[in-house]
Structures are given as structure tokens and as C-alpha cells.
């Protein structure tokens, strides 16, 4: 029995373009129509699952669903271990994943295709800047990405105004508020205020 990519993409919690990008990059196994269509084999979807330490939530059709990921990216090593903590006690059901510098980022994008990206902006190498330009361009790794920027540049009003023109999900100052990042986390990725709030006991 086969999944098509919508199937497969529902069952995941991912967009459709991020299950295509799984299959052309060999994630998971599939063939093709002679339509051109995707097609997943189910025992080689659920290895996939398996092999991506997905989440397995238990319905009346046993869907499986994937962990949202959440990829955080800083070299700033206090906000990052800050921003870790506070996902991890008020965010128990993603899967987050760190890396320190803008080089190692774009590696981990393209790896794990995470469903939002925590970004520093102010970074040596590549910046958080340049980072978001990539993924914004054409053959990008990851199409429609969900991004907020964190950045230290208050002050500097040129970089405040380039990362406005970005068009992406948020921009915090650092020193962060952390109940109002955790806020636009859960809002990017579909959880409701109440559930915050209950969280955080606010």
C-alpha cells in the first residue's frame, strides 16, 4: 500500500514541498507514476519515521505524526542556552536542535528541514542575515521557511530595518523576553495562547 506525498505530509505535520524535498534528497524511499507523481511505500515511510526519531501518536487510524522541529542558531552561547532551556521546560513536544555558527546552520537546514529557525543575526561568517537571504532565494533547502530573528543590534537602526524587510515570522532584542518568544513559538507552530499560558502560569 502507498501514501501519496499529501498523505504523507499530513501525517508529519510538515508542508508538502518539505516531503518532496525528503524524497528528492533520498529520506525516503518512493517511486513515481508515470504522471509524475510521488508514491511512498507505508513500510518505507514508517522506517523513516523510525529513522528520524519521529513522535508516534496513537489515533483511531494509528496516524503517525512527527515531532516539529526547531532548529536554534547563535553564537552567542548564554542567549542559546537560555533560548534551550526555556523550550525544553515550556516546549516539551518539539524536537529542538543547536548549532553555533551561521556555517553549521545552513548545514543543519539542510539535514534536518526544521519547521522553525531561532536566528541570530549578528554572527561572524555567514550572518543571520545573509542565512535568511539564502533561504528566501530560488533552490532554496528550505522552502517557506518559518524564521525568527534574534539580534543584539537594537541600536543599529540599518540592521533593524534589513531585518524588517525580511518579511519573517518575528524579531526579538536581546536581553530576551522570554515568555513573549515562547508566545510567537507556539504561534508559528500552531498552539494555542491558552496552552502557553497554562505552560508558563501566567
Known sequence: MYLTTGEAAKRCGVKLNT???WIRNGDISAIQTPGGHWRIPQASFALFMKKFNAHVRQSNNDVLVAKKRILVIDDDISAHELVLAALDMYCPNYEVHSAYDGYSGLIEIGRLQPDLI??????PDINGLEIIHRL??????LP???IIAITAASDRRLVVNRIHKT???GVFFKPLNIKALI???QSVLEYTDKTVDAGLGI
Open 144 to 146: 517557506n521557511a518559518n
Open 19 to 21: 516531503i518532496k524535498n
Open 167 to 169: 518579511n519573517i515570522e
Open 118 to 123: 531561532l536566528l541570530d543575526i549578528m554572527m
Open 183 to 185: 508566545h510567537s513559538v
Open 136 to 141: 528566501k532565494a530560488k533552490n532554496t533547502p
